[in-house]
């Protein structure tokens, strides 16, 4: 379980990111946060595995208080959390199948790295996923040699092999086709089931957080404005979210879908 | 604020110039100070030159290039041992700067200093290499160290580090920070951050920037025999000394070939990399 209390960033700018922010995640549990660009959905996650240090409160993963960790102690932590990014960030120079083993590296000693000597098991996992996510014949192509959706994959494969209790997923389909973007976002929702996995995607796209998340929670200039089912955001909740607006469009897409599936 | 444009709105009709007036007059008049230097500096120039000399300067270059012609081709043979050694003098100076100069530019580069002061003294290592000529470095080598090729190879290796160093740690610095934060975030230590989401993105720039390093080194150290470093400078200098123009024209068609043939080793190399 991820439990979130008062967590607080103020950037040095002076900038509030985020404002005494509550949560608490159920294991197995996929979250979609929702909210404006610089609403600290990016920060919030960041808040979490530490690349972004929060300024105050704090965040505990399985009873672990991630925010009072040592940096060998946050390492550690670090391997059980897995994150996803936006523009992918795969080492583009490296192959595919180095980016999926990086996803060992908390595991492995820095010699063993350095010269690609993973342990047999973690090579025999990395071939596993890269088959899983349909991408077996690509293990030896260098990452920039890959299409976005592609890459994507890596970066999930990269995210899992590392054995995590908790996904960090920070906007996965923002630079990725509409029907990518959905495929994605099913792989990674059925990834998190078959795995047990707790899951917090920040996502821009309202539609897309409403098919695949089992809860909703809503972010407005740091603070949690909306926290409950995909089925509850009304065009009131997503002006409460967003700001005024026609949300008529996207409420009514949404019933589509729903016909559709 | 940036550029100060000017936005004229009178009535209905709208003006915009992309400066004020009084920057206008500025810009017009740093160029009329600019100019004037350049003439005064000519003018200095011109009295403290012996025209007489320069009058003749065209008879003189042609005497010079009729003795150079034909080149003394026999005395090739004689030169075969000092291109040798400008070409080890020149790779193996670059090797060692390098060797050097990685660990420096990691030092140098704000993003992956271990300290602000050991950035200091990195980039105080850049910067007096870069200011002392090799020329000069060598002819202090050559007091401390005696002539001969070790001098000169040394020479080069302390001319180059601040050049490669400060090539590298501006690449360094302009990496692409995300995939460094995705290396971080599954837990990696600092010195895997280092050699997987760094070392791959700069590598291209340190082969790179080594070639062309090498190949400059090619060039300046043709001339250390000048001052007595090892190379064919030192037959260079030899033969001009004595007026022996065919010998002369030899040594610099063996440079020019030698010149010729680095700048292709590079050239491929460099096509090979990227």
Redesign the interface.
């Given at each position: 379980m991820l439990k979130l209390s008062a967590l607080t960033k103020r950037y040095d700018t002076g900038d509030l990111a985020l404002n005494q922010v509550d949560l608490e995640i159920p294991d197995a549990q996929v979250l979609a946060l929702i909210g404006p660009s610089g609403a600290g959905k990016s920060t919030l996650i960041r808040c979490v595995?530490r690349?972004v240090e929060p300024t105050s409160g704090s965040a505990t993963l399985n009873d672990i208080n991630l925010t009072k960790l040592s940096s060998r102690g946050l390492?550690?932590?670090?391997?059980k959390?897995?994150?996803i990014?936006q523009?992918y960030?795969?080492?583009?120079?490296?192959t595919v199948m180095?980016n999926v083993l990086?996803?060992?590296?908390?595991?492995v000693g820095?010699w063993r790295?350095?010269f690609r000597k993973f342990p047999k098991d973690d090579i025999k996992e990395a071939f596993r996923l890269l088959d899983r996510v349909g991408l077996l014949e690509m293990a030896d192509k260098r990452a920039d040699e890959l299409s976005g959706g592609q890459r994507q994959r890596v970066?999930i494969c990269?995210a899992l092999i590392?054995n995590p209790d908790l996904l960090?997923v920070d906007e996965p389909t923002a630079s990725l086709d509409p029907k990518t973007s959905r495929q994605i976002m099913r792989l990674i929702n059925e990834l998190c089931s078959e795995r047990g996995l707790t899951a917090i995607i920040n996502i821009h796209d309202v539609l897309l957080a409403q098919m695949f998340a089992q809860r909703i929670v809503g972010l407005a200039n740091g603070e949690v404005v909306y926290d409950g089912k995909p089925e509850g955001l009304t065009p009131e909740v997503l002006t409460q979210i967003y700001g005024e607006e026609d949300w008529t469009a996207t409420i009514e897409k949404v019933d589509e879908e729903d016909e559709e599936e | 604020m940036g550029a100060v444009m000017v936005v004229i709105n009178s009535g209905n009709d709208i003006e915009w110039r992309r400066r004020t007036t009084k920057k206008q007059i500025g810009i017009w008049l740093g160029w009329l100070v600019g100019i004037s230097i350049v003439l005064f500096a000519w003018s200095v120039i011109s009295e403290k030159t012996v025209w007489f000399f320069v009058q003749d300067a065209p008879r003189q270059a042609a005497d010079i290039g009729s003795r150079m012609i034909p080149p003394k081709w026999s005395y090739i043979t004689e030169l075969l041992v000092p291109v040798w050694d400008t070409i080890n003098i020149a790779t193996l100076g670059t090797i060692i700067a390098m060797t050097i100069a990685v660990p420096v530019a990691f030092c140098a580069a704000r993003n992956t200093t271990p300290h602000n002061s050991v950035r200091a003294i990195a980039l105080f290592i850049i910067v007096s290499s870069r200011s002392v000529n090799s020329l000069i470095w060598a002819l202090m080598l050559v007091f401390i160290l005696g002539p001969g090729v070790l001098a000169g190879t040394i020479a080069i290796g302390l001319r180059s580090i601040g050049f490669c160093a400060k090539l590298l740690y501006e690449s360094i610095e302009e990496i692409?920070e995300?995939?460094v934060?995705?290396?971080?975030?599954?837990?990696?230590?600092n010195?895997?951050q280092m050699?997987?989401?760094i070392l791959?993105?700069v590598?291209?720039t340190i082969a790179g920037v080594g070639i062309y390093r090498w190949d400059i080194n090619i060039r300046e150290s043709t001339i250390l025999g000048l001052v007595g470093a090892g190379g064919i400078g030192l037959q260079l200098n030899g033969s001009i000394n004595t007026l022996a123009w065919t010998q002369v024209s030899t040594i610099l068609l063996v440079i020019l070939v030698t010149v010729f043939i680095s700048e292709w080793v590079s050239a491929k190399v460099r096509g090979a990399i990227i």
């Open positions: 595995n690349l390492r550690k932590s670090r391997r959390m897995g994150m990014f523009e960030a795969l080492v583009e120079r490296l180095e990086s996803g060992r590296l908390g595991y820095f790295s350095y970066g990269r590392q960090l | 692409d995300s995939q934060e995705a290396v971080k975030a599954t837990g990696a230590s010195i895997q050699t997987y989401g791959p993105q590598l291209p």
